[in-house]
């Protein structure tokens, strides 16, 4: 027989889990559940891209041609510009010499020979050979100059006259402030020179002449030196100057006005182009100016030379030599001065005034000559011959005249005396100057 059943045992330990079933049949779906409310509204999003352009219609009609605008007013009248000027010289001398200049009765100085004449100038080298006619009314440049002798008394003291005369048809008449003294002494070859230059006005028809005479001293027979007494003139003006620029052109008419557009095409076949317009008629050019203001003088050469520092000395003797007195240049255009070898130089060939001016001092009684000299040559007609009235006693002597000179010709001053053996002469003051005649 079954015993009594015992009491129930402690529960054990729980034991270790058993290893996950497999995953059982998908159940059935369930019932749909009611719809949720509407949500909100989301951002807008990027625009697209621009889709490509259309296909340009055909385009439209040519409008008429608008009308012609009206002529431009004409452009202002440019100033009047200078007629064309010419310059006008006459250059004689007297080549025979022993001409009698009278006792205080003025003597005509006869002009033999013509070295330069325009057409500005009548002269006769027979007839009348001491008057020169003026043929056109102008201001004139008038350079004199007048070389006598006097012989025949020995250590004899005077004075004579150098005088211009013009006449304008009431016969001739001295020109106020022409006149030139010169004192002189016969030392049995008493030789003197003078010379003058002014400006005078003109006219057509009046007559110039030069004349002389011994005004004090014992009556004698002084007469003129052959080569050594000439008259120049020349005109005060240069040459024209350049053109003037043309005048301002007027200024152009109003555009007229732009005819309408016309209606822009259908679209479809191009149409065919429209003709040109015909283009309107060119205004009328305004009148062209007159010739502008006068444009610059033209240059003129022109050099100098001369001595700054007084007391310069130089041995002199009957032959011709170069004066060396000469230590500074001067102001030059188109020539070139040379202090150093005592000369001016021509760059340019033309026309030329030339002059010289000279202070010295050196012994009396003995007869000096200045000249001036073109390449070593004297020039007859630009000189003075001089004797000092007392020892080492300063004198001043000049002379001017004109020539037609050549590119690199050299200017010079010779100086020499008359008589055998050698004297030293000592300069105060010495001037070189050459200046273009425009032409």
């Not at 259309?54 to 608008?66: E, I």
């Not at 010499?97 to 020979?113: E, H, R």
């Not at 500074?328 to 030339?354: A, C, E, K, M, V």
């Not at 390449?375 to 000092?388: D, H, K, T, Y």
């Amino acid at each position: 027989p079954t015993g009594t059943t015992g009491s129930t045992g402690a529960t054990g330990p729980t034991g270790c889990t058993g290893p996950t079933g497999a995953t059982g049949l998908q159940g059935s779906t369930g019932l749909t559940g009611s719809t949720g409310s509407t949500g909100s509204t989301g951002a807008t999003g990027l625009t697209g891209c621009t889709g490509p352009t259309g296909v340009t219609g055909l385009q439209g009609y040519t409008g008429s041609t608008g009308s012609t605008g009206s002529t431009g007013s004409t452009g202002a009248t440019g100033a009047r510009g200078p007629d064309w000027v010419e310059a006008e010289y006459f250059d004689a001398y007297d080549s025979a010499g022993g001409t009698d200049i009278g006792f205080k009765a003025f003597t005509d100085i006869p002009l033999g020979v013509e070295r330069q004449k325009t057409s500005a100038f009548t002269h006769s080298t027979s007839t009348n050979p001491s008057e020169v006619t003026i043929s056109t009314d102008d201001t004139y440049i008038i350079i004199a100059r007048v070389s006598c002798a006097e012989t025949g008394r020995i250590t004899d003291r005077g004075y004579s006259e150098l005088r211009l005369s013009k006449d304008t048809g009431g016969g001739f008449e001295p020109i106020v402030g022409s006149t030139i003294p010169i004192y002189h002494m016969d030392g049995l070859d008493g030789r003197f020179s003078a010379s003058c230059a002014i400006i005078e006005t003109l006219k057509r028809g009046d007559k110039i002449k030069m004349q002389a005479t011994q005004t004090t001293g014992t009556v004698d027979h002084v007469k003129t030196i052959a080569n050594e007494s000439s008259l120049s003139l020349f005109t005060t003006r240069g040459p024209k100057g350049a053109a003037g620029s043309t005048g301002s052109t007027g200024q152009s008419g109003a555009i007229g006005l732009r005819g309408s557009t016309g209606s822009i095409g259908l679209i479809g076949s191009m149409g065919s182009i429209g003709s040109t317009g015909a283009t309107g008629s060119t205004g009328a050019t305004g009148p062209k100016g007159a010739i502008g203001s006068t444009g610059p003088k033209a240059d003129e050469a022109c050099g100098e030379i001369y001595l700054a520092s007084a007391g310069d000395i130089q041995s002199v003797t009957t032959t011709p030599a170069t004066l060396t007195a000469f230590d500074t240049n001067g102001f030059s255009w188109g020539t070139t001065p040379d202090q150093n070898n005592n000369s001016i130089i021509i760059d340019r060939t033309g026309i030329y005034d030339l002059s010289f001016h000279i202070c010295f001092g050196g012994p009396s009684e003995e007869i000096y000559n200045f000249e001036i000299a073109v390449n070593g040559i004297p020039q007859a007609n630009i000189g003075v011959i001089v004797e000092p009235s007392g020892y080492n006693k300063a004198l001043y002597v000049g002379a001017d005249g004109i020539l037609s000179l050549s590119a690199s010709d050299v200017i010079t001053v010779e100086v020499s005396k008359d008589s055998e053996g050698q004297e030293t002469l000592t300069f105060k003051r010495v001037n070189l100057r050459v200046v273009e005649i425009p032409w």
